[in-house]
T-cell receptor, first 114, second 111 residues
Framework: NAGVTQTPKFQVLKTGQSMTLQCAQD?????MYWYRQDPGMGLRLIYY???????DKGEVPNGYNVSRLNKREFSLRLESAAPSQTSVYFC?????????????FGSGTQLSVL | RKEVEQDPGPFNVPEGATVAFNCTYS??????FFWYRQDCRKEPKLLMS???SGNEDGRFTAQLNRASQYISLLIRDSKLSDSATYLC????????????FGRGTSLIVHP
């Protein structure tokens, strides 16, 4: 029972490099989210996808792009990484994206940009 | 002003103590309210939803005050294993319902 699978768990990049964080869920959820968490901060929403084929910006979208490849997968891309993007990234999903649904999280990606 | 505000703490309490956390939210149209628990460097996990009438789950009690726009979490008889960060989450309406997190409140329970 995998739930939300997020890869990689750790990544070190040099400034200017690009990478894609992968996220997949096997719960047939419609809504998927990407958050980042910095020390002493809560989770801040980068992008979300309310359903397959749609994506929307969250609170901190600059420097990121996303793709909702299909219902299962929602990837986050850093085109030109910057030190300010050093953070822990969490992918999450919820069933219908309605107000009272719980979030299911992946185990996170620790990203360092040097 | 941040949409969801929490006192970051840390709250440092002895085992057996009762501790309470508050969280305020700015959007009066907020729909749903939750408390999540996050252990160090791990993903958040749902602790409990917060209902208008208040609700209890064992040693944990959650309250919602819509008029004053705050929610609370009360932990009775604290255990060492309760040490964690507690995240207040409010679902804010937009094109969809967006789960919005507070910064979290750190709790340290010591022997």
């Amino acid at each position: 029972n995998a739930g939300v699978t997020q890869t990689p768990k750790f990544q070190v990049l040099k400034t200017g490099q690009s990478m894609t964080l992968q996220c997949a869920q096997d719960m047939n959820h419609n809504s998927m989210y990407w958050y980042r968490q910095d020390p002493g901060m809560g989770l801040r929403l980068i992008y979300y996808s309310a359903s397959e084929g749609t994506t929307d910006k969250g609170e901190v979208p600059n420097g990121y792009n996303v793709s909702r490849l299909n219902k299962r997968e929602f990837s986050l891309r850093l085109e030109s990484a910057a030190p300010s993007q050093t953070s822990v990234y969490f992918c999450a999903s919820s069933g219908q994206g309605s107000a009272n649904e719980k979030l299911f999280f992946g185990s996170g990606t620790q990203l360092s940009v040097l | 002003r941040k949409e969801v505000e929490q006192d970051p703490g840390p709250f440092n309490v002895p085992e057996g103590a009762t501790v309470a956390f508050n969280c305020t939210y700015s959007n009066s149209a907020s729909q749903s309210f939750f408390w999540y628990r996050q252990d160090c460097r791990k993903e958040p996990k749902l602790l409990m939803s917060v209902y208008s009438s208040g609700n209890e789950d064992g040693r944990f009690t959650a309250q919602l005050n819509r008029a004053s726009q705050y929610i609370s979490l009360l932990i009775r008889d604290s255990k060492l294993s309760d040490s964690a960060t507690y995240l207040c989450v409010v679902t804010i309406p937009g094109g969809s319902y967006i789960p919005t997190f507070g910064r979290g409140t750190s709790l340290i329970v010591h022997p």
